[in-house]
Structure formats: C-alpha cells, structure tokens
C-alpha cells in the first residue's frame, strides 16, 4: 500500500500510515454517539467554485449518478406516480392503495444509495463521540474519495463506514475471507468476488451507514435525521444479517470500540466488537442456511469466513505477520477490538501498551508487503502488464510499482496466498493433502510423436497412470483441442486404469488455456470454455473462405477448436514450403482482422505446422495458472513440480509455477537447448528425444 498524506485533522492516538485511530474507548460498554447539527445540502457539487474537479472527474461522477439513478429505481418512482394518478381519475375505490404504493416507493428510493458523512467530530464528556452529519451520495464517495483530492472536495464525498469484529461463544474471531472473481476449475462459471482487497482477510462485518430522511416539511432539502449510538447498532446490525446471515438477537454485548480513518480512500469508519450467541460451528451452520446463502454452491461459500482464535495475540499475529493486508478500516477494527479485549482482561494502562507495540509492528508489516511486491515487479518486469482473467476486455487498474495494490490479490504481486499464511502463521491448520510432486506436460512433441502425432512410447501411458494412482496431480497443457487430448491420449489412459476415481487428479488444459477438461469421482468429463475471448463466428468463416479459395492444398482448418482458430498444415506436406507459403497466409489474416476491426482483440501466432488467432491472454502461463487453480479446488498443497516441453515458449510454464512461489523445474526433451530462455530462476533437464527422452526422465 502506498502512504498517502496523512491526514492531520483529526489528532489520532494510533496511525499505521494508510489508517490512523483517533478514539479508543477505555469503557467496557463502548462509546455513546450523538448529532450536534444535521447539515442540509447547500452548495451543487457543479457550482462550487471552490471545488478542483477536471472534466474526467466531472464525467465520471456524472455517469456513477446516472447509474445510481437507474440502479435506485427512478423510474419505479414515475411509474407508481402515474399508477396513482390514473387511479384518481377513473374513480377507481382502491386509489388510496395506488397513493400508499406511490409513496412507499418513492421514500425508499430517496433513500438509497444515500449516505452519511461525519464531519466536526469530537469527544465530548468522557464517553460521548459528537459530530455533524451530512449526505453523501455513494457515487460522490465512490468517485471522489482519493488522498489526491482538495479539503473542500473531502467535506463532500468522505461517507462514513461500519466494521465490526465479532467473537463466538466458543471464543473464535470471525475473519470474513474477501473473495477473488476466478474461474470454478472443476465445474464451470467463476467465483464471486470483491473488486479490491480480494484473497485477503477482513474483519467480521463491514459496511456504510445509511441515511435515513424523513422528508420533514421545514427543513433544507437533503438535510438527514439525525443519528445516535441506536440507529449506528441498528445498522451494523443490518450489515451482520446480510453478510453473516444472523439475526440481531443471536448478538450480545455490541458496543462501539473505536473510530478510524482510511487514508487510502478517505472516510470515517466507526468501529464495533460484540460477542455472538452462537459457537463457530453454530455460526457456520446457520450462515450456511440464511436466505442470502442458501443458493450459493459450496464453493462460493466456503470463501465467505473462517474463525481463528479470539485473542489479543492472534489478533497481533494477524495484523504484523500475515502478508496479506487486511483493507485499513478493517484492520483498525481488529486494532480497536485487541484493545478493547485488554482492557477488559487488563486495564487500560495495559491497553495503551499493547496499542503501542501493535503501532509499530502494523506499520513494519505494511513496509515488508510493500518491499516484497517491489522486488517481485524488480524481478519479474513483465508482470506489470500482465492481467489477471478477471479484467480481461476491460481497462485492468493500474498496478504500483512501490508496493501493495488492492485492486490485485496479493498473489498476483508477488505475496503468498492467504490460506498459505494463515497455515505459516500458525493461526490456521493444514488442511490440504500434500503431494510430493505435480506434473504439467506440453502434449505434441512430448507424449506424442512430433511426426506422427500419437503416443508412439506406450510405456508413458504407464507412468502417468502411476502418478494418477499415487495421488500426484498431473496436467496436460497444450494448445490442441481438449476433444483432441481425449481421444490421442487420455481414451487409453482410461483403458489402463481400473478405478476411473483417479482421473480427479488429471487436468487438460487445452486451447493455451481458453479451454479445459476435469474428471468428477465417476470419471466423468467436466468440460469448460472462457466464451468471452472465443474468435467470432464471422471471423471463422472468413478463414474458412480463404482456406478454400487459396490454400486448401497445404493447410487445413482445426474445428475442433472452441475458443482459437487454428490452421494446421497437411500431414505429409514439405515444411519449407509450408513456411513461404504461411507467410502469405498470415498477411491475409492480418487484412482480415484489420478490415473486422479486431486486430487489437486477436493475435496471429505462427508455429512451425499451424497458424493460430487467439486472444492475447491465453498461452502456456495461462495453463500453469488453471494447474494451480487446479490444486486449489482440489484441496491439494504439492511441494515441487516438474514441467515438460519440447519447444522454446514451453518454458513459460515453469515461468509461472516459480512466479507465483512454486518450486518447479524445466525438463526439455526438444532438440535446439540453446533457445530456452527462462523469465525466472529454475532447473532446466535437458534430455533430447521428444517422447522418447519423456520417458527416459520419467524412468531414471
Ligand atoms: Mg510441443
């Protein structure tokens, strides 16, 4: 995380840089809250002169209105309104039923999407937080609130947060696990996911207060009610059934435990700590069937929370060991929670120790993330342009080269997952069976025969079928079809194994990744493809065209292929003259692709017997990464894996294995050693002989 200015403002007692906490309440019921003024709107966002906005600025903030708008329901609003008056006029008796609809759906959209700001915040008495309270529409916040802004544009977006942490009966802390959008692997369609601080932890709950208006006759139009320490519970209260999926009599003991400001999207958060009715498993059990839940399969539920143990000192191991960095307010929750739990088991004096320690060891542990995710950029320069599945079609948000960015998991800047550290940490046991070795293997050139394009050394089917057996994830990952794998290769590995159960550990990725094929308990196939980058219909028929009209004695078109267009030589042709002539081809494909307009969207990759089109984010690193993904959802932890190919490019496997901090080394069985070029730092085995030279490292 980069450190913004800090925000001097507001004096605070704990500052980690990106967040700082400027009240700790020493009183074991929490602190009070209440409203000095409720401010009305005074000043048009587009008028103040005082306010720096660029026009991109402006513009944005006009469209995340607009949207707001449409989200909220405006139009809703104008149809009840009509609805009502309509009623009226054919003297309809149910009209006064149309005026309640009318009016019930028109303060509920008034209401949405509006926040509430703090602004004047002080103590007042020795338990009393008082501030004024202001609007803040949620696009205003979600556009504006940057460290780069003026004062002025602040006072108008700064909304405030919620975060609570809350402790089982049975002694857990509740970590909510924010999840990453990504591919499901072993069953089709993605994950959801956070936009930012994905694969992190964060504290139980976490949210916005909302503003209530009452629409009173004489007051300034956009002036909320006032709020105090009831209408703050009622609304983290809200919050824990929605994400935890329990009902506010399963919460005792809620109390308000601290105030915090995040630096890094400037806003107020107030701070909570209550203890559940319920035991962790208890809380599962019933997060698990709440209404919000009970359609989500287990996979997607699974990543929602997990427990550790509620203590001060696993709240300390968390915040300064764990390399994965919890949002800032979530991490001031945790801060104010430890400090409220010393107090009450120690005194205040003990506290103030404890918060002071925890000050330093926060910030040290913000500064190790960050010069990691420096050096990993240092090392690996080619990650800065490399986007993750999710941001793929989109502008992807820029990543720092100085450090920690949220809008990319720590994994993919160079930071361990985070059920890797939780297990290191100790504040989470092993879960995952563990397996010696994984294996990835390029397919053409090293199963198969480069000439005749089968598996012409049998005794290779025996070996992968041993590592099945064993247990050791094996994935093959090619750029042929996954139908194409199926029948060259695994039809006869199925044929040598008696329980089909084993084929959960074989992964095909095939297309460089658009494509891959997974195996249930049964032995059945379970089949994916990433439609959003598949070559249009229209692109296909065009290449098909050219084909028929000027090549079809050399090459011809691979329909197998679901995402890619392909175009392979045909079997037996002399390869230099394939070569002239695919130099021909490929110019026409560029006009093609010029002419449709997609030459940004797909990228012509000739290889010594086919021509490809192909999105630019698919390739040999992208299979590695479906391996990986692989092992996850299979709950499997390998400790080193072996990577196979025959061609230069097919190092990029071991690339990435050793990227995303795997153990991995390279075993060429090509013919040209010289041309392999590592992007990072493994073993590389060469042993010539394509097939042939597979088995023998296979067998040695
Ligand atoms: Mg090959």
Request: overall charge negative; charged content about 30%; hydrophobic content about 35%.
């Amino acid at each position: 995380m980069t450190s913004p200015e800090t925000n001097t403002r507001t004096p605070s007692e704990f500052d980690a840089g990106t967040f700082t906490i400027s009240h700790f309440s020493d009183n074991p019921e929490g602190f009070e809250f209440e409203t000095k003024n409720a401010i009305g709107r005074t000043e048009s966002l587009q008028e103040d002169e005082h306010l720096t906005l660029d026009d991109s600025q402006k513009d944005a903030l006009k469209s995340a209105m607009g949207r707001e708008m449409n989200f909220g329901g405006a139009a809703m609003v104008s149809e009840a309104r009509a609805a009502w008056a309509q009623a009226r006029e054919r003297n309809d008796p149910e009209a006064d039923r149309f005026r309640e609809a009318y009016f019930e759906i028109r303060d509920s959209y008034i209401g949405r999407g509006k926040k509430i700001g703090l602004r004047a915040l002080e103590l007042t008495g020795d338990n009393t937080l008082s501030a004024d309270v202001q609007l803040v529409p949620y696009p205003v916040y979600n556009v504006l609130s940057d460290p780069g802004m003026s004062p002025e544009v602040e006072k108008l977006s700064a909304a405030t947060g919620v975060a609570m942490v809350v402790e089982t009966s049975d002694g857990r802390l509740v970590i909510q696990h924010r999840g990453v959008k990504k591919q499901k692997i072993t069953e089709p369609g993605m994950t959801r996911g956070n936009g930012t601080y994905a694969d992190i932890p964060g504290a139980s709950v976490a949210g916005m207060v909302d503003a209530s208006l009452s629409m009173d006759g004489d007051r300034v139009p956009g002036t909320p009610d006032p709020i105090d320490t009831d209408f703050l519970k009622a609304n983290i209260l809200k919050e824990t059934g929605e994400e935890l999926g329990v009902a506010p009599h399963d919460i005792d003991g809620l109390r308000i435990v601290g105030l915090a400001q995040d630096h890094y999207k400037p806003h107020d958060e107030v701070l909570f700590l209550a203890t559940l009715r319920l035991t962790a498993d208890e809380l599962r059990e019933a997060s698990r069937t709440s209404n919000r839940n009970k359609n989500l399969a287990d996979a997607d539920f699974e990543e929602k929370f997990f427990d550790i143990e509620g203590s001060p000192e696993a709240i300390e191991t968390l915040l300064t060991e764990v390399k994965c960095p919890l949002p800032p307010t979530h991490a001031a929750a945790m801060v104010a929670a430890g400090y409220s739990m010393v107090v009450r088991e120690s005194g205040a004096e003990a506290a103030h120790a404890w918060r002071q320690r925890m000050q330093e060891s926060v910030r040290r542990n913000y500064e190790d993330i960050n010069a990691t995710v420096a050096s990993y950029y240092e090392k690996y320069p080619e990650m800065l342009g490399h986007i993750p599945e999710r941001y793929w079609g989109q502008k992807a948000p820029a990543r720092h080269l100085e450090g920690y960015s949220p809008a990319y998991t720590p994994e993919e800047q160079g930071l361990p997952t985070l059920q890797d550290e939780m297990v290191r940490t100790g504040l989470m046991p092993e879960t995952r069976k563990e397996v010696k070795k994984a294996r990835e293997y390029d397919v053409d050139g090293v199963l198969t025969d480069p000439r005749e394009k089968i598996v012409i050394h049998e005794e290779i089917f025996d070996e992968i079928v041993a590592q099945l057996e064993r247990g050791e994830p094996v994935c093959f990952n090619t750029g042929r079809s996954d139908s194409w794998v199926m029948e060259r290769v695994v039809a006869t590995i199925l044929e040598r194994i008696q329980d089909t159960s084993v084929l959960s550990n074989l992964i095909i990725v095939g297309e460089k990744g658009g494509t891959w094929t997974t195996f249930n308990q049964n032995g059945e196939p379970v089949h994916s493809a990433v439609e959003t980058i598949s070559v249009p219909s229209e692109l296909k028929n065009r290449v098909r065209t050219l084909i028929n009209d000027k090549y079809s004695d050399v090459m011809f078109f691979d329909e197998s292929k679901e995402t890619m267009i392909s175009v392979e030589m045909v079997d037996g042709y002399d390869l230099t003259s394939f070569t002239e002539r695919q130099k021909e081809f490929v110019r026409d494909i560029q006009s093609i692709l010029a002419e449709t307009g997609t030459d940004s969207i797909y990228r012509i990759d000739p290889t010594t017997i086919a021509t490809d089109v192909e999105s630019p984010n698919v390739g040999k690193a992208l299979g590695s990464d479906r391996f990986i993904e692989f092992l996850k959802s299979r709950g499997i932890k390998a400790d080193a894996f072996e990577t196979f190919g025959d061609s230069a490019s097919d190092a990029a496997m071991a690339d990435e294995l050793v990227r995303r901090g795997q153990e991995a080394e390279f075993v060429y069985v090509g013919n040209k050693p010289e041309s392999v070029q590592r992007k990072a730092d493994y073993p590389v085995r060469e042993v010539a002989g394509f097939s042939g030279g597979t088995l023998d490292f296979l067998r040695r």
